[in-house]
């Protein structure tokens, strides 16, 4: 039997646990008539691109954050979409602690200073800040919220969340009711909201300054949620105390003010970049693709 033809858009699917996808497809780079399903990640799928692709019926996104996926469009087309939430889940949650504990402790820094050579010649380097003890506010507590607090607990002096209304998994925490009452109570507030035109920018001058000289901001939802020129203003002067960045408005185009800064660790969009999780990605988008290539019931429709 042939191989149906898929709208290819990963450039490098070995790192999305998909190097066997062309076994069971015949993989396209460009949209053409004739083609029914595509496989696309962050770099999404917009309505010319649906347009270039009339017989689209399906697309399969290897992200759960479908915000460069006009969804609007594919509704009228009626192209159903699949993501993969809940198999990344752990690896996201886990990088946002990871960043929060590289920026209170100057992980990254420490690293380049023996590396220099400079410890022998300058002594210690300036003193780090706690990472636990502290208070920490989680934005938006969904599947990936919920999983930072959980892990946050044993270590956090409290934790507080806003979401749009009080959610019953966020019982044992307190609940603020909006972005800048959550910055002015946290010491550390971890960015965990959808991407879109929604929350663009839900992360905007007056919350980065509620949160403060002695915050710390970490970001491992989507780079439009934080205003980042008033965040790289804040942090280079003083009205921010510091950062952990997993991702940024323009990707992978990182501002050069953000990467001089020192208060600052940065991280190339590496979320749910493991072998495990992106194999259980992979799969994940297979069996959404076979399943509807059978007529079956989609996995992950959104
Ligand atoms: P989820 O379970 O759908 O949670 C989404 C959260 O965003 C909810 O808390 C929701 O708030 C909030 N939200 C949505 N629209 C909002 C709006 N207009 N205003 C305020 N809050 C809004 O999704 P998830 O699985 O936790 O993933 C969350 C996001 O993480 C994804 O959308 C993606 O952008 C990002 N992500 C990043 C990486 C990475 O590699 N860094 C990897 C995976 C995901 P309510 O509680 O009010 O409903």
Same mark, same amino acid.
């Given at each position: 039997m042939p191989k149906p033809p898929l709208l290819m858009l990963?450039?490098?699917p070995d790192l999305f /646990?998909? $190097? @066997?996808?062309g076994d069971h497809y015949d993989l396209r780079a460009q949209p053409e008539p004739g083609i029914v399903a595509a496989v696309s990640s962050g770099n999404g799928v917009d309505a010319a691109m649906m347009e270039a692709a009339p017989d689209l019926k399906m697309i399969a996104l290897s =992200?759960? /954050?479908?915000?460069? =996926?006009d969804v609007a469009a594919a509704r009228q087309r009626g192209i159903a979409i699949t993501n993969t939430p809940d198999v990344l889940t752990d690896d996201v949650a886990d990088l946002a602690i990871g960043l929060m504990i590289a920026v209170a402790r100057r992980l990254p820094q420490h690293d380049r200073f023996v590396r220099q050579g400079r410890w022998p010649q300058e002594g210690p380097p300036a003193l780090a800040r706690r990472a636990s003890g502290r208070r920490i506010g989680v934005l938006g507590l969904g599947r990936i919220g919920q999983a930072i607090a959980r892990r946050a607990a044993p270590f956090a002096a409290e934790i507080g969340y806003y979401s749009r209304a009080q959610r019953?998994?966020?019982?044992a925490y307190s609940y603020h009711d909006s972005p800048r009452a959550l910055a002015e109570w946290a010491d550390v507030l971890i960015v965990a909201v959808s991407g879109g035109p929604d929350t663009a920018?839900?992360?905007?001058r007056a919350v980065i300054e509620a949160l403060g000289p002695e915050g710390t901001l970490i970001n491992i $939802?989507?780079?439009? =949620?934080?205003d980042e020129p008033a965040m790289i203003a804040a942090l280079t002067d003083g009205r921010l105390g510091s950062a952990g960045l997993d991702?940024? $408005? @323009?990707e992978p185009n990182v501002p050069e003010a953000l990467i001089q800064l020192e208060n600052v660790v940065l991280v190339? @969009?590496? /979320?749910? $970049?493991t072998r495990e999780t992106r194999a259980a990605m992979g799969q994940l988008v297979l069996d959404n693709l076979a399943a509807f290539f059978s007529g079956k019931s989609l996995l992950t429709p959104i």
């Open positions: 990963i450039e490098q /646990g998909l $190097a @066997h996808i =992200v759960v /954050g479908y915000d460069k =996926v019953e998994e966020g019982e920018g839900l992360v905007s $939802a989507r780079g439009s =949620v934080v991702v940024f $408005a @323009h190339p @969009h590496q /979320g749910s $970049a």
